[in-house]
C-alpha cells in the first residue's frame, strides 16, 4: 500500500509538513513508480493553497545508487539548445522512467485545481535531482507558477543548466 511504501521516506516526513492544512488536507492524485528505476513520486493536489504538489523519492536500493554513480553528462532534451545545458545522466535517467506518468498526473491535478494554481516541486537527494529537472521542465512548459524546494540536493547539471534553471523558476 501507498502510506506503507512511502512512510518509509523522509520525502513523505517533509510532504505531510508542507501539505498539511487546518482546513482541508491535501488530495493524493497520483503515486508514480518504475520498479525496474527504483524510482518513486507522488502527486497531490493541496485544495487549501491551490497548488499541485510533487514530490520524488530519494536513493534507496540498489538501482538507485547505480543511477547516483553514473555522473557522466548528456544533453538536455528540452530547454533552448543553443545554451549548451547538460545534466548528471543518472539523474536525467531516473526522472524520464517517471516523466510521463508525472506528466499525466500533473495535467489531471491541475484541471481539478482549476484557475490560479500554482505547482510545489521537492524531493531529496536523488529525488531532490529530479525534482530540479522537473521543475526546470514544468516552468520551461509555461503553464503555471512552479516552485522547486529540495532537500539535499546533488549538483545536478553544468553551469549553463544552473542559470537556465535560475533564470526559468
Not at 27 to 45: F, M, S
Not at 110 to 120: A, P, T, V
Request: aromatic share 8%; charged share 15%.
Amino acid at each position: 500500500p501507498l502510506s506503507a511504501t512511502l512512510s518509509r521516506s523522509s520525502l513523505v516526513q517533509t510532504l505531510v509538513l508542507v501539505l498539511r492544512s487546518p482546513s482541508e488536507p491535501h488530495t493524493p492524485q497520483a503515486y508514480l513508480k518504475d520498479a525496474k528505476a527504483g524510482t518513486q513520486g507522488y502527486v497531490a493536489l493541496d485544495r487549501a493553497r491551490k497548488r499541485v504538489v510533487l514530490g520524488y523519492r530519494g536513493s534507496k536500493d540498489l538501482a538507485n545508487y547505480l543511477e547516483d554513480a553514473d555522473f557522466f553528462m548528456s544533453t538536455l532534451p528540452f530547454g533552448p539548445p543553443s545554451l549548451k545545458m547538460r545534466v548528471h545522466t543518472g539523474f536525467l535517467y531516473a526522472y524520464q522512467t517517471l516523466r510521463t506518468a508525472t506528466a499525466t498526473a500533473i495535467t489531471l491535478a491541475l484541471h481539478e485545481c482549476g484557475d490560479g494554481c500554482s505547482i510545489l516541486v521537492t524531493g531529496h537527494s536523488l529525488g531532490a535531482a529530479m525534482a530540479t529537472i522537473a521543475a526546470t521542465e514544468l516552468a520551461n512548459n509555461g503553464t503555471c507558477p512552479v516552485q522547486l524546494y529540495t532537500f539535499g540536493s546533488p549538483r545536478v547539471g553544468n553551469a549553463a543548466y544552473a542559470s537556465w534553471t535560475a533564470s526559468v523558476l
